[in-house]
């Protein structure tokens, strides 16, 4: 069982943010900032987890006052999403990155800036190889609800999936999906597009592939997260990466990214038939 309390080692050294904007921002530039993270090869594979660190420093960056000092602490224990969320409600962690929610909005203040700029909303079919033809003709929800799908016990796509109607088997292990796949225990798993290259390319021996014609597409923006009483660093985040946003840094950021890049010049060019999953608490405010 974990421990309750956290531990935390320091980024290494301090980060000098230089004048770079225009607002005040209060307590936060009058003393150094110190941000407390989960480390981001806990929860993201080594070819994508620096992005939302340098996304996360870019924000303040374009935020700050003369010669602020930030300094990162970064969680060094193995915790899932979860209960990284409850860190943050219970003011042992300051920023997180995940996907959104009503619920989680209900208990944590979001920064209302997707940081996938979309490319996390389109899944591919995660399917065994010899099932190709089992799909060729199918060409809406209807049909798609034929299929078991399967998903993460705690991913916010399984409460969107069985919303729709179609029969979920979930699991805690995100690895342990992929042989229960294989194994015949569900049909097809939802994937992003940079997610679906790398797991096919890293177990050739279960013999997955793409499934030929079909996309999913629903709504699910990646938001940085904060305490609820920490209104003020929330806002602070927004206006930062809309300032990187709209001086093309972050976008030089994001596209540094190989298998963001990938994905977002692969769905520019997609003929597929898509599967549009209202999202209910969102497509129907």
């Known amino acids: 069982m974990l421990s309750l309390r956290p531990h935390f080692h320091a980024l290494g050294h301090w980060l000098l943010l230089g004048l770079l904007t225009c607002a005040s921002h209060g307590s936060y530039g009058e003393k150094p900032l110190h941000l407390r993270l989960i480390d981001p090869q806990q929860v993201e594979p080594e070819s994508t987890r620096h992005y939302y660190i340098r996304a996360l420093e870019l924000a303040l960056s374009k935020t700050a006052t003369a010669n602020e000092k930030l300094q990162f602490h970064f969680i060094d224990q193995s915790v899932g999403r979860e209960r990284v969320r409850a860190m943050i409600m219970h003011d042992e962690l300051d920023v997180m990155w995940s996907s959104s929610t009503r619920e989680r909005e209900e208990h944590l203040e979001a920064v209302k800036f997707n940081l996938l700029r979309g490319i996390n909303e389109y899944r591919f079919l995660l399917i065994r190889k010899q099932d190709q033809a089992r799909f060729k003709p199918i060409h809406d929800l209807e049909g798609l609800r034929k299929f078991t799908l399967g998903s993460g016990t705690h991913w916010s796509d399984t409460d969107i999936f069985r919303r729709h109607g179609f029969r979920v088997v979930t699991a805690w292990n995100h690895e342990s999906l992929f042989r229960m796949l294989a194994a015949k225990r569900f049909d097809f798993m939802a994937r992003t597009y940079n997610e679906i290259q790398r797991e096919i390319r890293e177990r050739p021996e279960l013999n997955l592939v793409v499934e030929n014609h079909l996309l999913l597409r629903y709504e699910q923006p990646i938001y940085f997260f904060v305490h609820k009483n ?56």
């Open 230 to 285: 920490n209104q003020e660093l929330a806002r602070r985040l927004e206006r930062g990466l809309q300032l990187a946003q709209a001086d093309g840094s972050l976008g030089e950021l994001f596209f540094s990214i190989e298998e963001f890049k990938d994905a977002w010049n692969a769905l520019q060019h997609m003929d597929r038939t898509i599967i549009h999953l209202p999202t209910f608490d969102r497509d129907q405010d």
